[in-house]
T-cell receptor, first 110, second 115 residues
Framework: GNSVTQMEGPVTLSEEAFLTINCTYTATGYPSLFWYVQYPGEGLQLLLKATKADDKGSNKGFEATYRKETTSFHLEKGSVQVSDSAVYFCALINDYKLSFGAGTTVTVRA | EADIYQTPRYLVIGTGKKITLECSQTMGHDKMYWYQQDPGMELHLIHYSYGVNSTEKGDLSSESTVSRIRTEHFPLTLESARPSHTSQYLC??????????????FGPGTRLTVL
């Protein structure tokens, strides 16, 4: 079956620090990979996506590269802001079913 | 503007009441989904639909039921709410197309508390 494992949180950073959230997956075939973000009190929003190996998704300064050889899709941002405080979910879609990681809570301090 | 809506956003209700959580999308998507998000933040698929008159159970067993009479509407019903149903419920939709990119779009969620 499909599964997603992401780095446990919570993660607390200072503004302008570098953020990495690790994500690895297990799936048959060729899944599409996603990072979703959930800001306090809000629903899930798609942050970025990658649909095939070596694709790099990017949005709002965040990046993640689809690495089939290591079955990974790590999220990175070079300089975080307080407004990046949220819960981040790694996810994959395979055969129309979306599988989520457990979520990583990120808090950025001013 | 194409979007996905959920009402109510917050609901506090007593044990034994019947409730319906509404979900509507204006994107013309065929597939719709309900997820339950527990306090630990994990999301679990409880129902999904391929289109009108199609409903399927998800990975997590749920006492709720769903219906899909119109493409844009996918309500979730609890016949008799219990405290164990307290959770956040997220509705999502996606296009029904071939392999590859089939992103799901999420509504804002309904936070349900059963006393």
């Amino acid at each position: 079956g499909n599964s997603v494992t992401q780095m446990e949180g919570p993660v607390t950073l200072s503004e302008e620090a570098f953020l990495t959230i690790n994500c690895t997956y297990t799936a048959t075939g060729y899944p599409s990979l996603f990072w979703y973000v959930q800001y306090p009190g809000e629903g899930l929003q798609l942050l970025l996506k990658a649909t095939k190996a070596d694709d790099k998704g990017s949005n709002k300064g965040f990046e993640a590269t689809y690495r089939k050889e290591t079955t990974s899709f790590h999220l990175e941002k070079g300089s975080v802001q307080v407004s990046d405080s949220a819960v981040y979910f790694c996810a994959l879609i395979n055969d129309y079913k979306l599988s989520f990681g457990a979520g990583t809570t990120v808090t950025v301090r001013a | 503007e194409a979007d996905i809506y959920q009402t109510p956003r917050y609901l506090v209700i007593g044990t034994g009441k019947k409730i319906t959580l509404e979900c509507s999308q204006t994107m013309g998507h065929d597939k719709m989904y309900w997820y339950q998000q527990d306090p630990g933040m994990e999301l679990h698929l409880i129902h999904y639909s391929y289109g009108v008159n199609s409903t399927e159970k998800g990975d997590l067993s749920s006492e709720s039921t769903v219906s899909r009479i119109r493409t844009e509407h996918f309500p979730l019903t609890l016949e008799s709410a219990r405290p164990s149903h307290t959770s956040q419920y997220l509705c999502a939709s996606s296009e029904f197309r071939g392999s590859g990119y089939n992103e799901q779009f999420f509504g804002p969620g309904t936070r349900l508390t059963v006393l």
